[in-house]
């Protein structure tokens, strides 16, 4: 079993920035860590994900606005949001893969609104 420490999400105004981490309790090598994320009556859907050895991938909406980042040390993977726009609103889940098996956090909420 994997827990997560989520934190960083919040209100921010549009253009905003925020900052997501996520803390997973042990190291899993070969494991990809992300971010996915609900807005209301939506689906869940992927912000990003990276792997061990550092290849992202992101979701075309998010391009250019938002960075992942991961530090393997610390089994923690970072979320950089800048130029927030209304619809990143939404509950934000760190996601773990590991061995074709996926483990959730909790989720943060983020809120972008004037």
């Known amino acids: 079993q994997v827990q997560f420490v989520e934190s960083g999400g919040g209100l921010v105004q549009p253009g905003g920035s925020l900052r997501l981490s996520c803390a997973a309790s042990?190291?899993?090598?070969?494991?990809?860590m992300g971010w996915y994320r609900q807005a209301p009556g939506k689906q869940r859907e992927l912000v990003a994900d990276i792997t061990n050895g550092g290849s992202a991938r992101y979701a075309d909406s998010v391009k250019d606005r938002f960075t992942i980042s991961r530090d393997n040390a610390k089994n923690t993977v970072y979320l950089q949001m800048n130029n927030l726009k209304p619809e990143d609103t939404g509950v934000y889940y760190c996601?773990?893969?590991?061995?074709?098996?996926?483990?959730w956090g909790q989720g943060t909420q983020v809120t972008v609104s004037s």
């Open positions: 996601n773990l893969k590991f061995v074709a098996r996926d483990y």
């Open positions: 042990r190291n899993m090598f070969g494991s990809v």
